[in-house]
């Protein structure tokens, strides 16, 4: 059977300047042979996006919707499907071929490149697109087998959409790096959607103690509901490593310095302090380390059904993260993601 692909008519956000974005109708060029076509339903907002605010770039990374148009090599998937988008990776280097996508020797180039590997470009000029693989912030996007992932018809897209980032790596940093275990100790340092999902997925572990960290009463008190066993108000407290015992894990969302020594003098001896601000690792005194981890080291096609799961079992109980938000008030949305009113924005076209 011939597989015919065509160019699409998107309407997309454009950045304009590093607060604001407007929307733009579009060409973009047909599907190549490996690249699928997705209608874009849903979209979550990352802190990442915040920092690639740069004029003519059409970002989002944490997209959802169906499949319209795939290429002649695609197997995957087929029109008509389900998909959640995460990250994208090359599929063919080392790391890829055994399985570590998240370590892909072109990582950087294709998520955050706005190109494809060949360094083309399915936008027209002046347009950067490609971001993550998806430049998800449009009603259309065009991304691989790589990097989606295939849900069943019956799931909320716009629920699931988050899941292709933030929570990925706050989930998978306690499942896959650390590997917490039942009755280990962990502290969350930062409450937004990365640490929350830590602590939701500490708490699927059995870890005994989970300690959030964070200056906001309010998401400090919905740690609690996720799953927090302690916290502590980073504002109104002075000498913070007396109030912890020494920790199997550390996790730090914020790279913020004093909470970095912080997560360094409370690890017990042969502990790990996780940063998810692109820091470099390195060892301290005791065997304790200090390491940077992408993506919660996650197979997205393995990793995100896993959390779908958890979350039909009421264990990973995602929702109470997400405010929703119409395609038309993105810049609304992004002011308040920017300004910490919300926790996990997510834009929904009609």
Known sequence: MTIRTQPRKITAAVVSNPHQLHFREMLVKAPRKNEVGVRI??????HTDLGFMTEGTILGHEGAGIVEQVGSEVTAVKPGDHVVLSYQSCGICPACQQQQPFNCEHFSK???GFQRLDGSSAYPDGVHGHFFGQSAFANYS?????NLVKVADDLPLALLAPLGCGIQTGAGTVFNTLKVQAGDSLMVMGTGTVGLAAIMAAKVAGAKTIIAVDRDPARLAL???????????SDQESDLTTLCPHLNHVIDTTGI?????LGQDVLKEGGTLVRLTGSAGETFTRGRKAISVIQGDSVAQVFIPKLIELWQQGRFPLEKLITYYHFDDINRAMQDSRNGKVIKAVLVWD
Do not use: P
Not at 41 to 46: D, M, W
Not at 257 to 261: K, P, T, W
């Open 41 to 46: 339903l849903a979209c979550g907002i990352c």
């Open 110 to 112: 294709l998520n955050f």
């Open 142 to 146: 065009l991304v691989t087998e790589q």
């Open 223 to 233: 740690a609690i509901k996720l799953g927090a066993t302690e916290t502590i108000n």
């Open 257 to 261: 310095g004093h909470l970095d020594e």
